[in-house]
């Protein structure tokens, strides 16, 4: 039995779509081939799909400017001209663009203003109005971060140094304890007994904490009054 025709409609389902284009694609791409090899024919096939993906094939024996520029002369249309144009065109435009840009900075500096009408003068007024205004709310947002972030080293230099008091208020007190218990006596005992002069000012020190204590040099005599 020979293969039935199909109807030549789009096909609705896209799984199939896909599955005929892709064969559909392959043989016309063979097709193009053979003619490249069996006829020495210049071929080219350029393909979008459905989903835009591109595709295409030129015949090895030309490029894809030399087969261009083949089409311009043969059919006697510029492709270039046009794109040229269209160029052209668009640089007109920004050039424009950038004019009006560079006057609109002049004359908010101050300059250029001799063209402008009232209408004119009073609409660049109310953009400096809001320009000024946003830079002033910039400002303030600059000085209030600023603020914070000085008023929190001052904070973490306040928290350093009330550590730094109350340690030193600890080695005091038991500074302070060590004299209660006898202990600078019993270091001061010691000490004198090595007869050194280093002992008499060590000794001296420990009577300035200990005002009732009697010192003899003669005899090395340490008593409490």
Known sequence: MGRGKIEIKKIENATNRQVTYSKRRNGLFKKAQELTVLCDAKV?????????????????????????????????????????????????RLKEINKKLRREIRQRMGGDLSELNIKELQALEAKMDSALLAIRERKYYAIKTQTDKHKKKVRNLEERHANIVLNLEAKLERQDEIVENGGYYESAMGVAANGSSNNLYALRLYQNHQPHLILQHGTNDLRLA
């Open 44 to 92: 080219s096939l350029i393909m979008f799909s459905s989903t835009g993906k591109f595709q295409e094939f030129l015949s090895p024996n030309i490029t894809t400017k030399g087969f261009f520029d083949l089409y311009q002369k043969t059919s006697g249309i510029d492709l270039w001209n046009s794109h040229y144009e269209r160029m052209q065109e668009n640089y007109r």
